[in-house]
């Protein structure tokens, strides 16, 4: 880890660039909800959750910034639902002729005008109250809460790592484990002396979008095994 004061500096330059992100995102999704703006959206306010869990506890509890991490989490919650909607549609397309697979495009598409409806409320109260500036006497021992948080994600991607490795069925630890290497991921980039195409954060990138297949295929597989079994759905 560098020296204590460029860690914060540092920091706090990327901050500001997280957050000139999210008002961008947010106002791109208000305006238009589609797949690719989701998407953008999930990326930037996950990039502003990891770097608000960085935070020390003292500034972390206080109420503006406690009141844009819950906000935060509640826009990735409404979300993930439209990006799994997606995802679904994406792969179930290329059998639009199958009447069970045209039945479920048809409720994709009611269900995600509802999802985005409840999203653009979330999405809304972010954009309302953007998040709060942040200076370097918020920052207290910054260097060392920045290197307990790398051992801390360590130690919950190696032992989610190891059971994952003993049984592949462990869908929920295989789910967790994505997330956690995507913030670990984003708390690199966070501090120049990775950077964003280090050998470390490329490696985690690979397992990401590994893991984001594995994800995607258990989300079709437990949507279609509750539908008929048309030629469409079996293929």
């Avoid at 997606?86 to 598409?109: C, G, S, W, Y």
């Avoid at 920045?146 to 003993?166: C, H, K, P, Q, T």
């Avoid at 462990?170 to 290497?181: A, T, Y």
Wanted: some cysteine; proline content about 4%.
């Amino acid at each position: 880890m560098m020296e204590s004061s460029a860690v914060t500096v540092r920091f706090l330059a990327e901050y500001e660039n997280i957050k000139d992100r999210v008002n961008k995102s947010l106002r791109d999704y208000l305006g238009n909800p589609g797949t690719a703006q989701t998407q953008t959206l999930r990326a930037s306010v996950r990039r502003l959750d990891t770097a608000i869990r960085l935070l020390p506890k003292r500034t972390r509890d206080e109420k503006a910034i406690r009141r844009c991490h819950e906000r935060c989490r509640d826009v990735l919650r409404e979300t993930s639902r439209i990006r799994d909607i997606d995802i679904l549609k994406e792969r179930i397309l290329k059998h639009p002729a199958d009447k069970t697979v045209a039945l479920m495009l048809a409720n994709f598409q009611e269900e995600r005008e509802e999802f985005v409806d409840a999203s653009k409320k979330a999405a809304w109260k972010l954009f309302e109250h953007h998040p709060p500036k942040l200076e370097r006497r918020d920052l207290p021992r910054f260097a060392k809460r920045v290197e307990g948080a790398f051992e801390e994600m360590n130690d919950v991607i190696m032992i989610e790592l190891g059971v994952s490795l003993r049984d592949e069925a462990k869908v929920d630890e295989l789910h967790s484990l994505r997330k956690h290497c995507k913030r670990l991921r984003y708390t690199l980039e966070l501090f120049p002396t990775v950077g964003p195409d280090s050998r470390q954060t490329a490696e985690l990138r690979r397992w990401q979008d590994s893991l984001g297949e594995i994800r995607d295929c258990d989300v079709i597989l437990d949507y279609l095994s509750r539908a008929r079994p048309t030629a469409g759905v079996r293929s």
